[in-house]
């Protein structure tokens, strides 16, 4: 009787630890589908990061061998399957929601919005500098090339581009490698590449051929550039964190909330996007953009990403990762 109740503890902890993996998978989502932000971002704030990138890398030959040896099981364990599989289906998940919902407030509401994730960026940046040493030199270049990283691609100017399947294909490869990366959104690079709402109104549309190469293009990114990672966080753990931590604090160049627009782009359905803007001070946007900076609101959406991430954090920390 009493290895039945543990029995039914254990599938409960099982049950609770794949539901969080889930919710962490739809933040990931979200926060890949917008401009700005990074589902590597969200992955490192809900400390998955290391082991979603030491899963993906983990399917290689070997798993195919066991596969092959007719050992499907422990195929699926070798890869960590459970966890690939939850956080994908939640990152699915959160894409479906925000191509629906989230991306109305970031069209409706973007200072809130984007003073929210400096928010998390900023808890998040301070949670990760335990992962490494301030005090010694590596450290230092490390932190300032993620940051630069960061911000000379955020500077980039998008273009717009003839869409065709090869290019679709390549566009999921190197778009992949963002969303993995913290601090660089993998959104804004489908942007500056000139797919972004090509491919979001495929989705919402469920145009599957396109669906289906760009996801084929991802997956190849994602297995060769997961493999990169794997060999820096394991060989040069506390410089890699430091250029995620670098990569971070330069997204916030990108994600601040007051813009003015330069210049913009019409897409194939005719709607107008910007195409350059700079950053100018909130006291100044009224009288530069006709637009409200939603000041206080966005000091409140401020002070709640900051909350949200030390929540996370002391609700799920290193051991919430554990396995499913």
Wanted: proline fraction near 3%.
């Amino acid at each position: 009787m009493a290895e039945k109740s543990q029995a039914s503890g254990n599938k409960s902890v099982l049950n609770l630890e794949g539901l969080v993996l889930f919710l962490k998978g739809i933040a990931m989502g979200l926060g890949d589908s917008m401009p700005g932000v990074s589902g590597g971002t969200i992955a490192v704030i809900t400390n998955i990061y290391e082991r979603l990138i030491f899963a993906i890398r983990s399917i290689d030959l070997e798993a195919l061998k066991l596969l092959i040896s007719n050992q499907p099981a422990k195929s699926w364990q070798h890869v960590d399957g459970n966890f690939l599989l939850i956080v994908a289906l939640g990152a699915l998940t959160g894409l479906l929601i925000s191509a629906n919902t989230v991306l109305y407030l970031l069209d409706s509401y973007p200072e809130p919005l984007m003073a929210f994730f400096i928010g998390l960026v900023l808890a998040s940046t301070w949670i990760l500098k335990s992962e490494f040493k301030l005090d010694k030199f590596s450290i230092w270049p490390a932190l300032i090339i993620g940051a630069a990283l960061s911000v000379l691609i955020g500077g980039l100017e998008p273009r717009v581009a003839e869409v065709n399947l090869v290019y679709i294909f390549i566009c999921g490869a190197i778009g992949i490698c963002a969303m993995i990366l913290p601090g660089l959104s993998g959104a804004f690079i489908l942007l500056l590449l000139g797919i972004y709402q090509f491919m979001l109104t495929a989705l919402v549309e469920f145009e599957f051929l396109y669906i289906a190469v760009f996801v084929a293009g991802c997956l190849l990114g994602l297995l060769a550039f997961s493999r990169v990672l794997a060999w820096l966080l394991k060989h040069y753990h506390e410089i890699s964190f430091a250029a995620i931590t670098g990569m971070l604090l330069g997204s916030i160049y990108v994600l601040w909330p007051w813009k003015q627009v330069v210049s913009l782009y019409t897409d194939s359905a005719g709607d107008q996007h910007p195409l350059q803007s700079s950053n100018i001070w909130p006291l100044n946007y009224t009288e530069i953009t006709g637009n409200s900076p939603w000041l206080m609101l966005s000091i409140v959406a401020f002070i709640g990403g900051v909350a949200a991430v030390t929540l996370l954090h002391s609700l799920f920390n290193k051991n919430a990762a554990g396995s499913v």
